[in-house]
């Protein structure tokens, strides 16, 4: 029996296609359960506070910056969702006094439209966003050297080429509700895929590249940064692939619930805890990363029962 069809959007693949066992053992899940999915490899962290939460993902930032050195240059790549922990990491450097002369950092994604990158006049822009929010808040002395701030662009050459020779130490990420990091979509359901998502293996050889948004990506961008507004959202964008989060020493994904749900947050840490990867969620996939932290805010993990409001 082949795979089922999307309930969400038929032309795509998504969490919905997975057999229906694994989406109800996520669903009812504790927070309790949810850390027993630790092991070697994968380790869930709670935070009961928005304070603690996004001072520790600043934190992040710090720790690795630190480490930079003339010889040894060290890095961070860095989303656009969460981004109230950017102008904590930038008050962070201003008080620490930590000259970040070698320190690096990668922006995850970019939207790409009319055949290029969106300019950073562009309202949803997150080059712009990581520089209002935290390196133009950096005291001049400090700044980290422009040269060492990589965006992705239309031509992902030199953003591929600037991973080399740079150790990442931690690659941040939000999960999206279509279980993504960065814009690692699904993919749609089309040519060598129509029956079959892609395997974790070919999933995994894809590097920074440009990509067609699944349905529920553009949604969720219109309710979290357009008012709704749907037409407002690009339908492409340019990621970070996951040969270049392979080179981050760890993965840390950062979740407030407010970018997914209780049931998004369930069932990613279900499956990389249980190491079932499937590219239908993409976030899965990182059960084959040696050191994945999940980063929860404990309020939001709610619960997965039907209740009218």
Not at 12 to 35: F, G, H, Q, V
Not at 128 to 133: C, F, P, S
Request: contains cysteine.
């Amino acid at each position: 029996m082949g795979r089922k069809i999307s309930m969400l959007a038929p032309e795509w693949w998504d969490y919905t296609t997975l057999d229906d066992e694994i989406l109800n053992d996520a669903a009812k899940l504790t927070a309790e359960d949810m850390a027993g999915l630790s092991r070697e490899g994968f380790k869930v962290v709670f935070y009961d506070t928005l304070e603690d939460f996004y001072l520790a993902e600043a934190l992040e930032y710090i720790t690795a910056w630190k480490q930079a050195t003339a010889d040894n240059p060290v890095g961070i790549c860095g989303p656009i969702g969460p981004t109230e922990q950017l102008p904590l990491a930038a008050r962070l450097v201003n008080e620490l006094k930590l000259n970040l002369k070698y320190a690096h950092f990668w922006g995850m994604d970019e939207w790409y439209m009319d055949g290029k990158e969106v300019p950073p006049s562009h309202p949803l822009s997150f080059a712009r966003a990581d520089m209002e929010l935290c390196f133009e808040r950096i005291d001049d002395k400090l700044k980290m050297p422009g040269s060492n701030i990589h965006f992705p662009k239309s031509d992902v050459s030199q953003y591929i080429e600037s991973w080399q020779g740079v150790r990442c130490a931690v690659m941040q990420g939000g999960q999206g509700e279509v279980k993504h990091w960065a814009f690692n979509d699904p993919v749609k359901r089309e040519g060598k895929y129509k029956e079959t998502p892609p395997t974790p293996e070919e999933y995994g050889r894809l590097q920074t590249r440009i990509v067609d948004l699944h349905p529920i990506t553009l949604i969720q961008n219109a309710r979290t940064s357009g008012g709704g507004v749907v037409t407002g959202v690009p339908r492409q964008a340019i990621t970070v692939g996951p040969v270049e989060t392979w080179k981050a020493e760890k993965v840390s994904i950062w979740q407030a619930g407010t970018h997914d749900n209780p049931f998004g947050m369930r069932l990613t840490t279900l499956m990389i805890g249980k190491k079932i990867a499937d590219s239908s969620v993409p976030m899965s996939l990182l059960a084959g990363h040696p050191n994945v932290h999940f980063n929860l805010y404990r309020p939001a993990i709610g619960k997965c029962e039907a209740e009218m409001h």
